[in-house]
């Protein structure tokens, strides 16, 4: 079965930097897209970013662009969320995320599978 596994959260002040990475096993991910949500206190938990396995084709909320990139390591069974220019906004318990491609970039909708979340906190 399809395990996911977060790891990277931590406290960082404004303006710092973050890198998340998730740990994927339990099937061969060729057709996936694997992607990263997120659940800030006392909000629902919202689209962050998204990568196809395949070809790496990626997409991202609005309020990340130019700041968080997604990655993976197709040899590794890795995904990544590097996050940069932190502000207090992005506080959230972040989860890794991950299900069969649909065919529509730029989907928001979760995969099936998730992880067990990670806690990144922005605060001076």
């Known amino acids: 079965q399809v395990q996911l596994v977060e790891s990277g959260g931590g406290l960082v002040q404004p303006g710092g930097s973050l890198r998340l990475s998730c740990a994927a096993s339990?099937?061969?991910?060729?057709?996936?897209?694997m992607g990263w949500f997120r659940q800030g206190p006392g909000k629902e938990r919202e689209f962050v970013a998204r990568?196809?396995?395949?070809?790496?084709?990626?997409w991202y909320t609005d309020s990340v662009k130019g700041r968080y990139t997604i990655s993976r390591d197709n040899a590794k069974n890795m995904v990544y969320l590097q996050m940069n220019s932190l502000n207090p906004e992005d506080t959230a318990l972040y989860y890794c995320?991950?299900?069969?491609?649909?065919?529509?970039?730029?989907?928001?909708?979760?995969?099936?599978?998730w992880g067990q979340g990670t806690q990144v906190n922005v605060s001076s």
């Open positions: 339990g099937r061969t991910f060729s057709g996936y897209t």
């Open positions: 995320n991950a299900g069969p491609f649909s065919g529509h970039y730029g989907s928001r909708s979760p995969g099936e599978y």
């Open positions: 990568i196809t396995w395949t070809s790496g084709m990626a």
